[in-house]
């Protein structure tokens, strides 16, 4: 069996720190100061890298209300761009001077440009840059060749025993359409046959009992038979996996597993 899915590796990227970090923040020279950006977008409910984007950003605060949100570094560079990101969609926005502006509540409004797989720009997109080295991920505004999963979150204590995926070219004249699911790293979980399709290819029945996965965000890809015996890829369906997280036993208090926050 041959598959032809038309997805990339998603790199794993080595944040590199240029001053302890923690919840006091750290000591460093400004000149050390420095954060990324990272233009991605989604692919058959895969995140890839979108690279040579044009992308900028800037600090709206000035005066007082800079000082105090960027306190960590409130004479750093406050402004970028336009520049591009590079090969694999990343721009390191720094100054050598000065570093760049950062702190508790510090708030960069981003900009992205269009790219041959992204249709959409988005402008003043908010994210806090809160500490040296940070990356910001700046996701296209829409999904590309991605079809919709219900139900789309499960609970891989009690998956549910069939999911439906709607789309389009989900034919199955030379064979059922096969499912695979992916991480986001690409590594495949899993792969089952559909149970049904509909007459016009826009929707089919898959069982779903077997997605027991650890928590987190997959992609199920459908994949139709050709004339020819092989396998083409039409779609993806973003797929999100969580363990429901007790309460707190006796009501009111305390926090257990994903419910707790770090504790400065």
């Given at each position: 069996?041959?598959?032809?899915?038309?997805?990339?590796?998603?790199?794993?990227?080595?944040?590199?720190?240029a001053l302890t970090i923690g919840c006091g923040g750290g000591g460093s020279t400004p000149s050390g100061l420095f954060f990324k950006v990272h233009t991605t977008v989604t692919v058959n409910g895969i995140v890839n890298d979108d690279p040579n984007v044009n992308v900028g950003g800037f600090v709206p605060l000035t005066g007082i209300e800079l000082a105090n949100a960027c306190?960590?570094?409130?004479?750093?560079?406050?402004?970028?761009?336009?520049?591009?990101?590079?090969?694999?969609g990343h721009f390191t926005v720094s100054d050598s001077n000065s570093g760049v502006a950062i702190g508790?509540?510090?708030?960069?409004?981003?900009?992205?440009?269009?790219?041959?797989?992204?249709?959409?720009?988005?402008?003043?997109?908010?994210?806090?840059?809160?500490?040296?080295?940070?990356?910001?991920?700046?996701?296209?505004g829409v999904t590309v060749n991605t079809f919709a999963a219900s139900p789309a979150t499960i609970d891989p204590t009690a998956p549910p025993a069939t999911m439906t995926i709607t789309g389009h070219n989900m034919s199955a004249t030379y064979a059922m359409p096969k499912i695979?699911?992916?991480?986001?790293n690409r590594t495949l979980w899993l792969e089952v046959t559909a149970l049904s399709v509909s007459s016009d290819g826009t929707s089919l029945v898959l069982p779903a009992n077997q997605i027991t996965f650890?928590?987190?965000?997959?992609?199920?890809v459908v994949s139709v038979m050709q004339a020819d015996g092989t396998w083409n890829s039409v779609g993806g369906a973003d797929i999100h996996v969580a363990t429901p997280v007790s309460p707190p036993s006796g009501g009111g208090g305390g926090c257990t597993g994903r419910n707790c926050l770090p504790q400065c």
């Open positions: 069996m041959r598959h032809r899915v038309i997805l990339s590796i998603v790199p794993m990227v080595a944040g590199l720190l306190s960590q570094n409130p004479g750093g560079l406050t402004g970028f761009g336009p520049n591009t990101t590079d090969g694999t508790p509540s510090c708030e960069w409004l981003f900009s992205r440009g269009t790219s041959n797989q992204c249709p959409v720009q988005s402008v003043n997109e908010q994210h806090n840059v809160t500490f040296s080295g940070m990356e910001v991920a700046l996701a296209c695979d699911f992916y991480d986001q650890a928590d987190g965000e997959y992609a199920a």
